[in-house]
């Protein structure tokens, strides 16, 4: 009677472990999916699991990395000095860090311009009304300079406008090119011709179209905001193009002969069967389309004037102070660190909708 008891404790403690061992693993798998993956081996620390092989495995995903950040930020610190510019030598890493939160303070600074200014408009128009209700008062806009987080938000926004009217391009197409032979054959060599075009080539082309076609009264949009993301589009739409393409080509021919059998129409067997198939390859081509985008727009937002980080770094280009270096280099971080959060956002609605876990 005592062993039957102890075997079933000791059943009942294993299933706890596996319970356990299955939501560590489904919990590392979405930490590793959004770049977090260092924290699982923290969790299985806290849980108990093994704590020489969680170590190891934390010194492998942390240690590392953190290693490599400041070796490069101490050869970083030793190099800058060394090398002089007509605007002086290149700012090093405390150099940069006063100037980012330089900026940030910049930021906070105009905000309480822009909320001091609507509350003398505000008082301005109720002592207006108080003295004659039929008064007309007029509300009028903070017309502030942006600050370095509005550039960023205007170039977010603009790199996903772009992304996104490419994407509602580039899939459709690609599917069409992936079923049909034909339309693959017609598409193939227009891909290969404007796949390569830099775009510094578009821009002038996508400029001119712009101003003849977008009208300057009122525009929904502003000119060098469309003309940013254009570019955007017709840079960033072919890797979701290709990959679309290659993913529904690839798909299980017996599946395709299923649909078939069972009469599908067209647009039932794209949407339950060929679509759920490409749809690694398709999250693939999207993330590639946007890092693609966060590049292009960089260069467009320079030459378009477009207020976001494109500009920011032209305008601290042609001011040529002695904290324009620094303020260059805290936007090259700001593109860096923006670019992988992005291609992470990504990786996460990948491993979410389809299942495959990151990559």
């Not at 992304?163 to 339309?183: D, E, K, N, Q, R």
Request: net charge positive; with cysteine; proline share 5%.
């Amino acid at each position: 009677m005592t062993s039957l008891t102890d075997t079933s404790a000791e059943l009942a403690r294993a299933q706890r472990r596996a319970r356990r061992t299955h939501a560590l693993n489904r919990i590392a798998t979405t930490l590793g999916a959004v770049g977090l993956g260092w924290l699982a081996p923290l969790l299985r620390l806290a849980a108990g699991e093994n704590p020489r092989q969680q170590g190891v495995e934390l010194w492998r995903q942390m240690g590392i990395p953190l290693t490599a950040i400041l070796l490069f930020l101490a050869a970083w610190a030793w190099a800058a000095p060394q090398v002089n510019t007509s605007l002086g030598a290149i700012p090093g890493p405390a150099q940069v860090w006063t100037q980012a939160t330089n900026l940030y303070a910049d930021h906070k600074a105009e905000r309480a311009k822009e909320a001091a200014f609507y509350e003398r408009q505000d008082k301005r128009n109720a002592e207006l009304r108080a003295k004659d209700p039929a008064a007309e008062v007029k509300t009028r806009t903070y017309a502030g300079k942006p600050t370095y987080l509005d550039q960023i938000l205007t170039s977010l926004k603009t790199v996903f406008t772009g992304f996104l009217i490419g994407a509602l391009v580039a899939v459709p197409l690609g599917v069409a090119c992936g079923l049909s032979s034909t339309v693959n054959a017609a598409m193939n060599p227009l891909i290969q011709l404007f796949k390569p075009v830099s775009p510094l080539a578009w821009l002038p082309l996508v400029t001119m179209v712009v101003s003849a076609t977008v009208s300057s009264d009122n525009p929904l949009f502003e000119k060098s905001f469309l003309t940013s993301a254009i570019t955007v589009t017709l840079c960033s739409l072919w890797p979701t193009l290709i990959n679309t393409a290659v993913g529904v080509s690839s798909i299980d021919k017996d599946l395709m002969n299923v649909g078939k059998v069972l009469r599908l129409s067209g647009p039932t067997m794209v949407r339950r069967l060929v679509l759920p198939s490409a749809l690694p390859f398709i999250f693939t081509g999207l993330r590639l389309s946007l890092g693609v985008g966060w590049m292009v727009l960089i260069a467009a937002e320079m030459l378009a004037q477009n207020p976001g980080l494109g500009k920011f770094v032209w305008d601290e280009f042609q001011n040529g102070s002695s904290n324009s270096l620094a303020r260059i280099m805290v936007a090259v971080f700001t593109i860096g660190l923006i670019g992988f959060l992005l291609d992470r956002v990504m990786m996460a609605l990948q491993a979410a909708v389809t299942h495959t876990g990151a990559r």
